[in-house]
């Protein structure tokens, strides 16, 4: 099974910064849109932020925009996510996943809150923010 690997997780200070990171060594993420989940237990899955295969469009709520940043590095064949002003309810596991290819691939991370639209899941990465 395809898959993809996150790194960077780990304990942080509210108000504090991470980097995520997310690569394949299965599958070129270069022609992929590839979006960033995050999951507390008991609770659904929810998505934080998506990135087109150019990295020219980029889908992300309001609950982090200002906060959180995606980015790619297509020669890397990684994709990024800066955190800032880190606060308590965002402590969670954090997911990368690539979506299945698009006719529409300027535009594929509109369906990034659709599952049935991801290809290949990380097995995510733990994130804790406290003091």
């Known amino acids: 099974q395809l898959q993809l690997k996150e790194s960077g997780g780990g304990l942080v200070q509210p108000g504090g910064s991470l980097r995520l990171s997310c690569t394949s060594s299965d599958f070129t993420l270069a022609d992929l849109a590839v979006g960033w989940y995050r999951q507390v237990p008991g609770k659904e899955r929810e998505g934080v932020s998506c990135?087109?295969?150019?990295?020219?469009?980029?889908n992300s709520p309001n609950s982090v925009k200002g906060r959180f940043t995606i980015s790619r590095d297509n020669a890397k064949n990684t994709v990024y996510l800066q955190m800032n002003s880190l606060r308590p309810e965002g402590t969670a596991v954090y997911y990368c996943?690539?979506?299945?290819?698009?006719?529409?691939?300027?535009?594929?991370?509109?369906?990034?809150?659709?599952?049935?639209?991801?290809?290949?899941w990380g097995q995510g990465t733990q994130v804790t923010i406290s003091s």
């Open positions: 990135i087109n295969f150019s990295g020219l469009i980029t």
């Open positions: 996943a690539a979506l299945r290819p698009d006719p529409d691939r300027e535009y594929a991370c509109k369906n990034y809150n659709n599952y049935d639209y991801v290809a290949a």
